[in-house]
């Protein structure tokens, strides 16, 4: 998927990310203010969390809950400076457990990450619209 998108368009993206990725682990990668909480967001309300969804800068990690009695785990390593934060707050155990984390600022556990991550870059464009790219 490359597409460039809109505020109104976030139902559909996070509908088209839920229902063709192949792994639940999500990588947001961008610059600060490109939307990658407000994506996050999006997701967490189409897979039915019923939580207040807000970025977890300070406390590393949310867990959410979905009306279906799964767990949605939103990460973000904004203020890691070294991986053993991470693995001291035991990143592995959420990674490996088969429920979605959805990680903003992934390149600062880069080396804890599963292989089969799904990547989603955003960026913004020039006439204020944001650009999509799933690897």
Same mark, same amino acid.
Request: proline share 3%; with cysteine.
């Given at each position: 998927? !490359?597409?460039?998108?809109?505020?109104k368009? /976030? &139902?559909? %993206?996070?509908?088209?990310?839920?229902?063709?990725?192949k !792994?639940?682990?999500?990588?947001?990668?961008?610059? @600060? +203010?490109? +939307?990658?909480t407000?994506l %996050?967001?999006?997701?967490?309300?189409?897979? +039915?969390? /019923?939580? !207040?969804?807000?970025?977890?800068?300070?406390?590393?990690?949310?867990?959410?809950q979905?009306?279906? *009695?799964?767990?949605?785990?939103?990460? #973000?390593?904004?203020?890691?400076e070294? *991986?053993?934060?991470?693995? #001291? @707050? +035991? %990143? *592995? #155990?959420?990674?490996?457990?088969?429920?979605?984390?959805?990680?903003?600022? &992934?390149?600062?556990?880069?080396?804890l /990450? &599963?292989l089969?991550?799904?990547a989603?870059?955003?960026?913004? /464009?020039? #006439?204020?619209?944001?650009?999509?790219?799933?690897?």
């Amino acid at each position: 998927m !490359n597409k460039n998108y809109s505020l109104k368009d /976030l &139902p559909e %993206i996070a509908h088209t990310i839920i229902t063709s990725v192949k !792994n639940k682990t999500l990588l947001f990668y961008g610059e @600060m +203010g490109v +939307g990658k909480t407000t994506l %996050i967001k999006e997701i967490c309300k189409t897979l +039915g969390v /019923l939580d !207040n969804i807000s970025s977890p800068t300070f406390s590393l990690v949310n867990e959410y809950q979905t009306s279906k *009695e799964e767990k949605v785990f939103h990460f #973000d390593f904004y203020r890691i400076e070294d *991986e053993n934060e991470a693995l #001291d @707050m +035991g %990143i *592995e #155990d959420y990674l490996y457990n088969n429920n979605w984390c959805l990680i903003e600022w &992934p390149e600062n556990v880069e080396n804890l /990450l &599963p292989l089969e991550s799904v990547a989603i870059h955003l960026s913004t /464009l020039e #006439d204020g619209h944001r650009n999509i790219q799933l690897k």
